[in-house]
Nanobody, 120 residues
Framework: QVQLAESGGGLVQAGGSLRLSCAASGNIFRIDFMAWYRQAPGKQRELVAA???????NYVDAVKGRFTISRDNAKNTVYLQMNSLKPEDTAVYYC??????????????WGQGTLVTVSS
């Protein structure tokens, strides 16, 4: 079993900043892939930022230069620093990780989601 605990969402004015955190716990041998997705009302879930193990980070064009994904492997935690927020960033943000468990099984896990609301 692997669990994710997200935190850091909330209400912020346009131009402001928020930092999301997602901590993984459980029977983890290795975390291979960590990412943040978001889903705005009436829209499909989209990949916002990804941090593969040992690879380059990548971002959806809409957030490049404003958002930064980082991971602390010692804490099994991924962060999303969001700066210069815009109303169109309003969405539920989901953490997503791919884990190799201690019984060497690959599992994908989603967080419960955290709401980010940006007011104009």
């Amino acid at each position: 079993q692997v669990q994710l605990a997200e935190s850091g969402g909330g209400l912020v004015q346009a131009g402001g900043s928020l930092r999301l955190s997602c901590a993984a716990s459980g029977n983890i041998f290795r975390i291979d892939f960590m990412a943040w997705y978001r889903q705005a009302p009436g829209k499909q879930r989209e990949l916002v930022a990804a941090a593969p193990s040992g690879g380059d980070t990548n971002y959806v064009d809409a957030v490049k230069g404003r958002f930064t994904i980082s991971r602390d492997n010692a804490k099994n935690t991924v962060y999303l620093q969001m700066n210069s927020l815009k109303p169109e960033d309003t969405a539920v943000y989901y953490c997503h990780v791919t884990v190799l468990t201690i019984i060497l099984k690959n599992v994908e896990v989603w967080g419960q989601g955290t709401l980010v609301t940006v007011s104009s």
